[in-house]
């Protein structure tokens, strides 16, 4: 698929050490802006993903989805989810439901780390801690419903799972929501050609 030729990716921490928030590896004592450690932490992905100056506009056409969807504006963590449904659809074709790029956020061991802190793609945007607070309490709500007589804490934690777990799902649905969103703008732009 051509269009992953029109994106630059860069590793988040390669581009903070070029920045100078973290020390080089060569240098390690080099100083570094440590203040910024914690923006870093939070508000961006393991990679950093833009498009090039030169790509063609339909490019933009087809990443309408990343750029605002009606309720969350482009951050760096929906790019980074663009550039990872791009290559799904790439190699295993067409993603109309978001399956490929959900499986692959929820169960593909290089994503163990960004699985591990997936606290801080949440508290990158306030919009998205409000929407995962909603679906939230809506599995909170399912849970006591289905519990039956009120159940005791420990019970309750045990039928939801961690709260982590929740946060990975909420990853793997907007980036499934995104690479179907690819999908259905690549297969209209098909069908006119």
């Not at 051509?2 to 080089?24: C, N, P, Q």
């Not at 087809?62 to 550039?83: H, I, K, M, N, S």
């Amino acid at each position: 698929m051509a269009l992953r030729h029109w994106f630059e990716v860069a590793d988040t921490e390669d581009r903070m050490r070029d920045l100078g928030i973290k020390a080089g590896l060569k240098n390690k004592k080099a100083s570094s802006d440590k203040r910024l450690h914690p923006f870093a932490l939070t508000a961006l992905p393991p990679q950093l993903v833009h498009l090039k100056s030169d790509a063609p506009v339909t490019t933009l056409h087809l990443l309408q989805t990343v750029y605002d969807d009606g309720e969350l504006r482009a951050d760096p963590w929906r790019w980074w989810f663009a550039w990872i449904s791009i290559e799904m659809i790439s190699r295993l074709g067409p993603d109309s439901s978001g399956r490929h790029v959900k499986d692959f956020i929820r169960k593909d061991e290089s994503l163990k780390h960004v699985r591990q802190t997936a606290a801080r793609w949440l508290a990158s945007s306030e919009v998205r801690v409000e929407q995962v607070n909603r679906d939230f309490r809506a599995i909170l709500k399912q849970a006591l419903d289905e519990a039956g007589p009120p159940p005791d804490q420990e019970s309750l934690i045990q039928h939801l799972g961690q709260p982590l777990v929740v946060f990975i799902e909420a990853m793997a649905t907007e980036a499934g929501r995104i690479s179907a969103g690819i999908t259905e703008q690549i297969a209209e732009r098909v069908e006119r050609m």
